[in-house]
């Protein structure tokens, strides 16, 4: 069966699902807005700079779709630039995760509950949408590997970009400092690689996180594909159907 075919039904059974992160989003923020309102405490506009930041993976890799699906050649370097920023900001969306930090913050104004709640919401939103991103760019990659090489590929992109999480959460570096600061970011990964604490703290962060974020993963690949295996079975037997 073309390749092609279990892009399309990836695609299509994601779209319905990705409804629900559009109500897990507008749920977070308007908690974070009633949080603000309801307890005197200041908005929180860092998680709603973070939210926004994990929709760009999944934004980019639709629009890469769009321009792949539809064949249209001359924009070829336009689903590069797209694929190449979902790689870098890929890490913003399961970052989400770490932002149960904050409840160890004593904010005797919030209830503890009501936080919990908050980023309970804020972290399945970046779980849903980095696996979303994730699953249909395993889709492109099965165009042209076969699985015994786009599995590793995926699981060395999962622990990489758990690095970058890291990297992002306990040396306070954003994606775009990629770019923007590359020898001061390259200076502080190698500082953390020498001190070998720092360096066991790192590798152990990213091996949970991989196994983690792996694990849910595994679960929407595994909702995803019986359903395209069945429909390919299904077309198989019944190539044409009665009008």
């Not at 973070?50 to 249209?72: D, E, K």
């Not at 249909?136 to 970058?164: K, T």
């Not at 196994?211 to 929407?220: D, E, G, K, V």
Request: proline share 6%; net charge positive; glycine share 2%.
């Amino acid at each position: 069966m073309n390749q092609h075919f279990e892009l399309f039904v990836t695609t299509a059974l994601l779209l319905p699902m990705l409804g629900s992160v559009i109500l897990f989003s507008i749920l977070t923020v308007g908690l974070l807005f009633a949080r603000a309102r309801i307890f005197p405490y200041p908005l929180y506009k860092p998680m709603l700079l973070n939210l926004f930041l994990a929709w760009i993976p999944i934004v980019c890799v639709s629009s890469a779709l769009f321009f792949f699906l539809t064949s249209i050649t001359s924009q070829l370097w336009l689903v590069i630039l797209l694929l190449c920023i979902w790689f870098v900001f890929f890490p913003n969306s399961t970052y989400l995760v770490t932002e149960f930090h904050h409840l160890k913050e004593e904010v005797n104004t919030v209830p503890f509950w009501f936080d919990t709640i908050v980023i309970l919401s804020l972290a399945l939103c970046g779980v849903l949408l980095g696996s979303f991103s994730l699953l249909l760019i395993h889709r492109i990659l099965d165009l042209y590997l076969p699985p015994i090489l786009s599995w590793p590929l995926i699981v060395a992109y999962f622990f990489l970009s758990n690095v970058g999480i890291y990297i992002g959460r306990f040396l306070r570096f954003n994606s775009w400092d990629v770019l923007t600061k590359p020898l001061k970011l390259a200076k502080n990964i190698l500082a953390e690689l020498k001190d070998r604490q720092k360096a066991n703290s790192l590798l152990l962060f990213s091996t949970l996180f991989t196994i983690f974020l792996l694990t849910f993963y595994l679960f929407l690949y595994s909702a995803v594909t019986p359903i395209i295996w069945i429909l390919e079975m299904f077309i198989q037997h019944y190539p044409t159907l009665p009008h």
